[in-house]
């Protein structure tokens, strides 16, 4: 039974720790299906966290947080699309400004707003998304394997957790089921033929971009008022490029993408568990290769096991409208 409850509170853990990962998948498989490749997801999604933990701490709702989030990433992702899809620019590079434009703009606004070295105040229960329990989860705690599960794995996570998973099958429908996405794909592969047909090449990609800001704030937001109480500097930490190399990995495939979200959350959930704790046959595991751990197996994942991956073709090339 200690190996059962374990178990549950490691893959909790892991849905925990997939959701940013999952909402920025997903914003990249938009953005990449329609042609836009965007390094600039980790910029998106530091920039929707500080401005969610600002607006979250001075207005004490975690609503306005949630809407300053959403906006300010939003905004990058017409920054990122204008220099991209309307000026042609390099969209590597445009993505990689973001990055460091983020990176560097928090902490300069962090430090002279709040004056705590490039955090923002902790934020009360009032202003973040706390767990929500679903009906009877603490009276069946106790009932042997299937209550503990529904309690502690099915109940008890955030209102964006939630909503990140909900966000798969809904962006399955969307690509698969929709004209809209019928469009999209197609945009990504032959822009030309879309164009003949008389369809706006740019406005498909501009949407393309927006709802990748929007799910970039999403992520951004989950970290500041539902994972954690507040902005951290650099509270990101890399996970734009681990949702890049899930994206990869699953091959721009909504499905697939959120079980290499949850792959990546678990060896994230396992470091964290493992850290300073002995291990059989190699004894005490120093805590700085337990947190490299689930970047050393990104990599080793992209290097070995993921196969032969195809992009879309018209994936960072931007298109000019022939005479």
């Known amino acids: ?34 042609g836009i490749v965007d390094i600039g997801l980790e910029g998106k999604m530091l920039a929707g966290a500080f401005a969610a933990g600002t607006v979250a701490a001075i207005s004490g709702s975690a609503i306005a947080g949630l809407g300053a989030a959403l906006l300010v990433a ?28 983020a990176a560097g703009t928090t902490i300069i606004l962090g430090q002279a707003w709040f004056g705590q070295g490039g955090r923002t105040p902790s934020l009360p229960n009032s202003a973040r998304f ?113 949702a890049l190399a899930a994206l990869i990995f699953a091959k721009w495939r909504p499905v697939q993408a959120m079980f290499a979200c949850l792959l990546f959350g678990f060896l994230d959930a396992s470091a964290i568990r493992l850290q300073g704790q002995s291990l059989p046959l190699i004894g005490d595991v120093p805590v700085q290769f337990m947190q490299a751990l689930p970047y050393i197996l990104t990599v080793i994942l992209l290097a070995g096991f993921i196969g032969k991956a195809t992009p879309p073709k018209a994936g960072g090339i931007p298109y000019v409208k022939e005479r």
């Open 1 to 34: 039974m200690e190996i059962y409850v374990t178990l549950i509170q490691l893959l909790d853990s892991t849905l925990r720790l997939s959701a940013p990962l999952l909402f920025a998948c997903l914003a990249g498989l938009y953005s990449e299906r329609a």
């Open 130 to 242: 706390t767990a929500i329990d679903f009906p009877g989860a603490e009276a069946v705690k106790d009932v042997p394997v299937i209550g503990y599960l529904y309690a502690e794995l099915i109940s008890g996570h955030s209102i964006l957790v939630y909503l990140a998973f909900l966000m798969v099958p809904l962006t399955w429908w969307v690509l698969y089921r929709t004209r809209f996405g019928l469009r999209l794909r197609a945009v990504g592969e032959n822009p030309a033929a879309v164009d003949t047909a008389g369809i706006s090449v740019p406005w498909l990609r501009y949407r393309a971009v927006m709802i990748c800001g929007l799910l970039c704030g999403l992520a951004g937001a989950y970290l500041a008022t539902a994972q954690g109480a507040g902005f951290v500097k650099d509270m990101t930490a890399g996970k734009g490029y681990i």
């Open 74 to 101: 939003m905004l990058l992702s017409l920054v990122h699309g204008f220099a991209s899809i309307t000026h042609r620019g390099n969209q590597i590079v445009s993505g990689l400004a973001i990055n460091f434009i």
